[in-house]
């Protein structure tokens, strides 16, 4: 099997949408890898993989399927035979009976993240200065502004259900550790790869490395793509 049989299908998490793996995917599309980014409600953790498997339906070959934050919690709650392994971008990987809002808040908050809490609505939205004091602290100016421009709120109802038997137990899966989080503590990112068997690969970046240290995201989906083409 070559590289170009597989698919990578992204899943971004809250306070995103699928413009923020852009950079990841032009550094894998000039490498021949096919590349698909997945729209998700983020209405609730049930939605969320029905958005995802509607994605992966359309989809013929093996996938690699990587998420972002939240999104940790989306792949691993897809049951779709063709995806075959996972990588975690700083994200949030909830056991068997865990919550995403359990594995989230399981040590104490940095202190320049931001209080969270819903709407009327029950949304919870990320306040336009935190884009660049936590979310993505590394990137430009320009880029926290668009961050804050296009995001997209979060349901409490996708934080609070109990994970089902997580896809991670039963495929190969990969970490990138954030070691400069300010949302996700990276002890947190530790304990949660080290617990999937994940390989790990820790770098100096911040939340959001989609944006602010894209080769460093590409370059493990693509680790990721060449053990799934068996090379």
């Known amino acids: 099997m070559?590289?170009?049989?597989?698919?990578?299908v992204f899943a971004h998490g809250a306070w995103a949408d699928g413009s923020s793996w852009?950079?990841?995917?032009?550094?894998?599309?000039?490498?021949?890898?096919?590349?698909?980014a997945a729209p998700l409600p983020l209405t609730s953790l049930a939605d969320d993989?029905?958005?995802?498997?509607?994605?992966?339906?359309r989809i013929?070959?093996?996938?690699?399927?990587?998420g972002h934050?939240?999104?940790?919690?989306?792949?691993?709650?897809?049951r779709k035979q063709n995806v075959q392994a996972?990588?975690?971008?700083?994200?949030?990987?909830?056991?068997?009976?865990?919550?995403?809002?359990?594995?989230?808040?399981?040590?104490?908050?940095?202190?320049d993240a931001p209080a969270l809490a819903p709407d009327s609505h029950g949304l919870i939205w990320l306040p336009d200065q935190a884009?660049?004091?936590a979310f993505a602290q590394h990137a430009t100016a320009d880029e926290a502004t668009w961050l804050a421009a296009v995001q997209r709120p979060i349901s409490v109802a996708c934080i609070g259900v109990k994970a089902a038997r997580p896809l991670w137990m039963d495929r190969p899966s990969w970490y990138l550790v954030a070691e400069e989080d300010r949302m996700i503590n990276p002890d947190t990112q530790?304990?949660?790869?080290?617990?999937?068997n994940a390989k790990v690969v820790s770098h100096p970046v911040d939340h959001t490395p989609s944006v602010t240290a894209p080769q460093a995201v590409a370059d493990i989906v693509a680790d990721a793509v060449r053990s799934v083409a068996g090379n």
């Open 22 to 36: 852009s950079k990841v995917i032009a550094l894998l599309v000039a490498q021949g890898v096919k590349s698909v």
């Open 49 to 57: 993989a029905a958005a995802l498997d509607r994605t992966l339906e």
């Open 131 to 133: 884009f660049a004091t």
């Open 60 to 66: 013929e070959g093996p996938v690699v399927l990587a």
């Open 69 to 78: 934050a939240y999104a940790g919690a989306v792949i691993a709650a897809t």
């Open 2 to 8: 070559s590289e170009r049989d597989v698919t990578v």
């Open 190 to 196: 530790r304990f949660m790869a080290a617990r999937m």
């Open 86 to 111: 996972l990588v975690y971008v700083a994200a949030l990987a909830p056991a068997e009976g865990e919550t995403v809002a359990d594995v989230f808040y399981r040590t104490a908050p940095h202190p």
